[in-house]
């Protein structure tokens, strides 16, 4: 196995943020993604708010579960704290750092099998209990790692690779973020950096539990069904003596529209999906408005992007617990251990 690496020197009279950091300051590994996915334009949205907000690295914890998405942190914030958790488990892995330490900033990393179906409860839960945190889902609506199965977030009627069709109502994860009480809800397209980077900026800003699903097409499964030069079918006619695969480069899907219009963009597999984008008139501070206009705009088979809703006066799961504003690794013995008195007084408010 190769492993290539970044080149520690790099040039002199690279632009610097206010604390003098370069954007190569917030990069990481180079990505093993295949060449054109839209995750590693989700990472470089990320690098580029952190350095445009000049975010001390070292600040921020990066968390994921599994799946091709959740190898991202890998590429992104090198310098920072990080914690690769198990499929589905990173919500409750990222509540508790932040109970134990509320200084950081704490970068939830999902994709939409990672928080969509075996997450689905830790992504709920972690939500409405106002976990203050960027909780980020690159939803491209397939299992990348395995083969490109429909995940639950595929649109009823969409197509797999092998044109079988989904037959399953999809799981929209902003309808459920507006209902169970995120603060801070978003959505945006990965070739979008306009968008997609002013709106990972005020997620890491925000004060409380703030969720961006970010459309994210996967391009290694665009082979389709009748094809003689598909993957599948040379297999099936081949006595090979092992098995290899090949996932062709592919250019990265950029798009630019103004606020207000409808932009169609053609993927690589040939599907198409239709972006609607927010005006300046829109009330991101209406939650119920907010979740009928994705309704409304579904209906019409467009995906809303932009900021979705914010709430003005948010508060987070420290706020409602009254916890210590001082890490607990920086506590001493008196503050964790108060003695038997206080071990008696609390017993007793439980009787």
Request: proline share 5%.
């Amino acid at each position: 196995m190769t492993f290539i690496t970044k080149p520690k020197l790099h040039h002199p009279k690279l632009p610097t943020n206010h604390l003098g950091f370069t954007r190569r300051d917030y990069e990481g590994a180079v990505s093993t993604l295949c060449a054109g996915c839209g995750h590693d334009s989700i990472s470089a949205a990320i690098i580029q708010a952190c350095f445009e907000l000049a975010i001390e690295p070292h600040r921020i914890a990066k968390l994921s579960g599994i799946g091709c998405s959740s190898k991202t942190p890998t590429y992104f914030l090198g310098n920072s704290h990080g914690f690769n958790s198990v499929h589905g488990r990173m919500p409750s892995v990222l509540t508790g750092a932040n109970m134990a330490n509320r200084d950081l900033i704490y970068l939830g990393v999902s994709g939409d099998g990672d928080s969509a179906s075996i997450g689905l409860g830790q992504f709920a839960h972690s939500i409405r209990r106002g976990v203050n945190m960027v909780y980020i889902v690159e939803n491209n609506g397939v299992y990348g790692l395995t083969k490109g199965q429909f995940s639950a977030t595929s649109d009823r009627g969409s197509k797999s690779k092998r044109g079988v069709p989904n037959n399953d109502e999809a799981i929209d994860l902003v309808s459920m973020a507006l209902q169970l009480g995120a603060t801070y809800v978003g959505r945006s397209f990965s070739g979008d950096k306009a968008q997609l980077v002013p709106l990972i900026k005020g997620a890491l800003l925000h004060q409380g539990a703030a969720f961006i699903d970010c459309v994210s097409p996967c391009v290694a499964f665009n082979n389709h069904l009748g094809s003689t030069k598909s993957f599948d079918y040379v297999r099936e006619h081949n006595d090979a003596v092992n098995r290899l695969d090949i996932i062709p480069e592919r250019s990265e899907i950029v798009t630019d529209y103004e606020p207000g219009q409808t932009q169609t963009v053609t993927q690589h597999d040939g599907s198409m999906i239709r972006l609607h984008k927010l005006t300046p008139e829109y009330d991101p501070q209406d939650r119920v408005g907010a979740m009928n206009f994705l309704q409304q705009r579904y209906a019409l088979g467009e995906i809303v992007t932009g900021l979705l809703y914010l709430d003005p006066e948010p508060r987070d799961l420290h706020a409602y617990l009254n916890t210590s504003a001082t890490p607990f690794n920086e506590l001493g013995e008196a503050e964790l251990c108060p003695g038997p008195d206080a071990l008696e007084k609390f017993n007793a408010s439980l009787r």
